[in-house]
């Protein structure tokens, strides 16, 4: 059986090809690309690769050969297959978190969840939409990665409104840090939900025949009492 789990050696390969020349700097990075692709394989619609494959290595893309051509698609196949796989299962996988440029003991959270949230609004369905009335509980849920990426910040200071002081900033930052790797899990799990066909309702009490004791207790048959049209008890 073919695993669908990267090899470290793979991982490598493919952020290396992603970083070269033969896609003009359109392909998105390796930790972008994890992000936007846990997005793809949460959402409540499935989204095709012929979709979401130029919008990750870009339209303007100059490959060697054929086989430069076909690794670079086999990798990015397995890397969409293998979180998938680990979504679905509830496993846990490496996140692709590199240092910050100033500070390289500290992780960079926020291009990966650039991603997540680029990926959650492509296809053709609106994810708050699709949630209808649980949209304040996606939310809650899609907020850590708001606050990681920055873009919680950035609409508060554009629209002038207030925002945390700096220490309440690296509070709330420390805290969607630590709630990071749950919020995915549990944002696949929420559309899982949603995609999920309900079971049907079962009748608390069995079903009464037209010529059992009707159950008002009137000694009489159903069919003569209160299965009979218009009758009231």
Known sequence: MQTTTMTEQETDQLENLLASD???????????????????ASGPDTILPSI????????????ESKEQAQEVMDLVMKLYNSIA????????????LYGLEDNPDELDYAAWCEG??????????????????????LSE?????????????EDALKHKEPWLSRKEEQKALAKAQEEFPSAISAIYRFWQTKRTPQNPVKRDTPKVGRNDPCPCGSGKKFKQCCGKEETLH
């Open 116 to 137: 997540y949230v680029y990926g959650s609004q492509i296809g053709d369905t609106n994810w708050f939409e699709a949630a209808g009335e649980y949209s304040p509980d």
């Open 85 to 96: 796989s680990s979504l679905l299962n509830g496993e846990d996988f490496d996140l692709f």
């Open 22 to 40: 033969i896609f003009k700097g359109e392909a998105m990075p390796l930790d972008f690309l994890q992000g936007f692709l846990c997005a793809v």
């Open 52 to 63: 979401w494959l130029p919008l990750a290595l870009g339209e303007s893309t100059e490959y």
């Open 141 to 153: 849920k899609l907020e850590v990665f708001f606050l990681l990426s920055g873009m919680l910040k």
